[in-house]
């Protein structure tokens, strides 16, 4: 059970990070934001980065970045920061409102200090320049 264990306290280690980053008490939150923003983030992304992306996810993480995806439909033609907030928002919309704005900066500070920094190079490098500019 150790294997769970660990996989649970490095995800509820990115659901705290969420929570201070959004400035809330409230772990359902930042739960919702993290999946809103990692699901806007692969369906931009090709099959292969997305893959790439997900392997330094832990493995809870990893499972909200996967959940509902058609990979055949990725990845989708948004090219500007406001086609990302929208597709931000339109993942969280089942969720307590969060402004996508607020919501996308989370999730991508908590991805930097997360992922190796080879990942967010490559991640931004994908990205068209206006949304990569999101991840630094």
């Not at 931009?44 to 993480?61: D, G």
């Not at 990893?62 to 055949?72: D, Q, S, T, V």
């Not at 996508?100 to 930097?112: H, M, S």
Request: glycine share 2%; no cysteine.
């Amino acid at each position: 059970m150790s294997v769970f264990d660990h996989s649970l306290n490095t995800a509820e280690a990115w659901i705290r990070d969420m929570m201070r980053e959004l400035s809330t008490d409230d772990p359902k939150v930042a739960y919702h934001t993290l999946s809103a923003g990692l699901q806007a983030l692969r369906d931009r992304l090709r099959v292969e980065e997305a893959a790439q992306v997900s392997a330094q996810l832990p493995l809870l993480v990893r499972g909200l970045f996967y959940e509902a995806w058609h990979p055949a439909a990725t990845p989708l033609k948004v090219r500007e920061p406001e086609e990302f907030m929208a597709l931000f928002a339109e993942k969280a919309s089942d969720s307590r409102t969060v402004d996508p704005e607020l919501g996308v900066t989370a999730v991508f500070n908590v991805l930097r200090r997360h992922v190796s920094p080879g990942e967010m190079e490559s991640i931004a490098h994908v990205l068209p320049h206006r949304i990569a500019e999101l991840t630094t």
